[in-house]
């Protein structure tokens, strides 16, 4: 009986060791590498406790395309084929998408889709953290109609604040942390109407400095001199620019007055000269408009990265016991698209994956949610049948060859929907040497003087406390509604 039941025993674990069938490619790479990846993904489990801090990147203009196309073109750089690299923001577990329309844009704007997501509610295209019930450029209908954004709760709830932006730091997506607008134009006085002004309406710059929720932002980054300084002052590093204020003020020094023991500066050597440990408070404006492109700013070097930028200020928020709340914009993703100028903007998107992987390196899984997504997409490209390897930013070319369009032209992997590298005519028969310019603006269908969003919807990715509340395709708003879930910050 002994001998028997043994044998049954053997016999069953033997069945349930053969129950997957043999496969033949299971040695080849592809397939332990997945295997692996199977492995990661079911050891990863949902993180639920509550979250002590936040940041939420948002890569302007950043469309699933771009993520693509970055991944190559960093691979690239390191002298691989690219395709089979990874970014740092791929690695996050937790992946959703988002629709981004505003609720009257099937195309949405930075200033409707960033509200949505500090905001917890859809919003129009072109104003700043209030509701739909606002008409845009209309000042008297955003009185009392001003949405509470997930900075306000936290600064009122003692948790320390920062915003870092390579755009403006007035401009649409880093303005929502702080401002409510009818208008995202209206980022110093000069740009309300008169009207505006008589009924109460306050210009974006002046919101920053007067912001009160808790005490302020400890971090600002960002450029944008020109908003806060007078017309008639000559901006302190930039030859030749002046601020762009009619009413006089000086908004830099009103905000020394308000915060005598914050720090003010404006440019590199200024940032490298903050101590972390020491400082309690910092406020950098880097450039009289926007920020350099990244691929500018590495020549010169005189303005910090988005990565360093980030950096600091994690080590200035975390001081806080009670946690914080910070935005991190790359707002040049964007403005590269715009242009037309696919290297930049890739640049700008490695630059932005930088940033993200210093604050995975920075920070606590356990008690820091961080989200990674971008307010809408754009219109690039990527078509062709390229071979492996090909220069992500070069002609598509195939077993030596370029692969040319029934004219016989040569056309690159990376093109636009519409924008300024459209052809007034006969499409012209571009070069290897010319498309590899970082200079070279992307051919397009459609010509216009500047590309134009899309309305795809984004990615979304993400780890920390309820991270794991992002699955499928969400509406942008739900973004608020997952860190205020991770927090508790609003009732």
């Not at 079911?42 to 203009?61: E, H, Q, R, S, Y």
């Not at 970055?70 to 791929?90: F, T, V």
């Not at 019930?133 to 948790?159: H, S």
Request: overall charge negative; glycine content about 10%.
């Amino acid at each position: 009986m002994k001998t028997a039941f043994l044998i049954s025993v053997v016999s069953a674990a033997i069945a349930a060791q053969s129950v997957g069938a043999a496969v033949p490619q299971k040695n080849d790479a592809w397939y332990t590498d997945a295997q692996s990846a199977i492995e990661k993904a079911m050891a990863n489990k949902p993180i639920t406790g509550k979250a002590k801090n936040v940041i939420l990147f948002v890569g302007d203009g950043m469309s699933v395309g771009t993520i693509t196309a970055a991944r190559i073109y960093a691979g690239q750089k390191q002298g691989h084929s690219g395709e089979e690299n990874s970014l740092s923001m791929e690695g996050l577990p937790n992946v959703a998408l988002a629709k981004t329309y505003n609720t009257d844009m099937q195309t949405p704007d930075s200033a409707g889709t960033a509200t949505a997501m500090v905001s917890g509610v859809k919003t129009k295209a072109g104003v700043i953290s209030v509701s739909d019930k606002v008409q845009r450029g209309f000042c008297n209908t955003a009185k009392g109609n001003e949405t509470k954004t997930i900075f306000e709760l936290a600064g009122e709830q003692g948790k320390a604040l920062g915003v870092i932006a390579t755009a403006r730091l007035t401009h649409a997506t880093p303005a929502t942390a702080y401002a409510h607008s009818a208008d995202r134009n209206w980022e110093n006085d000069s740009k309300l109407p008169n009207i505006a002004k008589n009924q109460g309406c306050v210009d974006i710059a002046t919101q920053f400095v007067e912001f009160d929720a808790g005490e302020g932002f400890q971090v600002a980054f960002g450029g944008g001199r020109r908003e806060f300084i007078p017309a008639d002052m000559a901006d302190p590093e930039t030859e030749g620019k002046t601020g762009k204020r009619k009413d006089g003020r000086n908004l830099i020094a009103e905000w020394e007055t308000r915060y005598p023991k914050g720090e003010f500066i404006y440019d590199r050597k200024g940032f490298d000269a903050i101590d972390a440990e020491k400082t309690e408070r910092v406020f950098g404006l880097f450039e009289n408009s926007h920020m350099q492109y990244e691929a500018d700013r590495q020549k010169d070097n005189n303005e910090p990265s988005l990565a360093e930028m980030t950096s600091k200020a994690i080590d200035i928020l975390s001081k806080d016991k009670d946690g914080y709340v910070m935005m991190v914009e790359a707002g040049r993703i964007d403005h590269a698209h715009h242009a037309g100028n696919a290297a930049r903007a890739l640049e700008d998107t490695l630059a932005y994956d930088d940033a993200i992987k210093v604050a995975l390196e920075k920070t606590n899984p356990e008690d820091t949610l961080i989200i990674v997504t971008a307010d809408h997409a754009h219109t690039l490209v990527m078509n062709g049948y390229a071979e492996r390897g090909n220069p992500i930013l070069g002609l598509s070319k195939q077993k030596g060859k370029f692969n040319q369009d029934k004219d016989g032209k040569n056309y690159t992997t990376l093109v636009y929907g519409n924008g300024p590298g459209a052809a007034d005519g006969a499409r012209a028969n571009p070069g290897e040497k010319e498309v590899l310019d970082v200079d070279y603006l992307q051919q397009a269908v459609v010509r216009l003087g500047s590309e134009t969003h899309s309305g795809e919807d984004v990615a979304i990715m993400a780890r920390g406390p309820q991270a794991w509340l992002f699955q499928g395709v969400v509406e942008q708003n739900y973004i608020y509604h997952v860190i205020n879930e991770a927090t508790g910050l609003a009732k």
